[in-house]
């Protein structure tokens, strides 16, 4: 559990890979920036942190079809150290249908070599949505806008609950 009660959900296998592709021309000590992803089955919402890993802002919605080539570039050019993907539990904190699509997606991120984390999802579509709504965009207009915004709202849970304060060690 974080300090906010929120639940961390970690694979095994994400947490004794290295960070990102051997092969980059930055080291691991300077990639900074966290990448959250949004998936969906037509459209990935993208949130990227700072650089201070304080603020996550939306960044893109990319289609499901593009999405090897899109984040090998933002990797490299946002000095990406990890990806942390939403992961949708039911209400009783379950894993549903949805969460073993989620999976398999995660397998293929595991398997380009890519350091990746889960989190917690619950309500982000329905927040980014009411969001929204409450700034004058119609449910029509909101397409494309909903799936990066729940991507900010799941990024920000995750980088609120793992902040490093300065002289005090990393949450775990």
Same mark, same amino acid.
């Given at each position: ?59 893109? %919605? ?12 933002? %990797? ?75 991507? %900010? ?10 902040? %490093? ?8």
């Amino acid at each position: 559990m974080s300090p906010r009660g929120e639940k961390l959900i970690s694979s095994p296998e994400s947490s004794s890979r290295k960070p990102l592709k051997s092969h980059s021309t930055r080291s691991d000590s300077e990639r900074s920036r966290v990448l959250g992803l949004d998936w969906g089955e037509k459209r990935i919402g993208v949130a990227i942190s700072d650089d201070e890993l304080r603020l996550a802002v939306g960044y893109a %919605v990319w289609p499901t079809g593009d999405l090897l080539a899109q984040l090998a570039s933002t %990797v490299e050019s946002e000095a990406v150290g990890f990806i942390v993907v939403g992961y949708p539990l039911t209400l009783r904190g379950e894993a549903g249908p949805k969460a073993r699509q989620v999976d398999r997606f995660i397998q293929t991120l595991l398997r380009y070599g890519y350091d990746v984390r889960r989190w917690d999802e619950r309500y982000t579509t329905q927040d980014a949505s009411r969001s929204l709504t409450n700034l004058g965009i119609s449910q029509r207009k909101q397409r494309g806008k909903i799936d990066m915004s729940a991507a %900010v709202l799941m990024l920000q849970s995750y980088l609120d609950a793992n902040r %490093v304060e300065e002289g005090s060690p990393r949450a775990g």
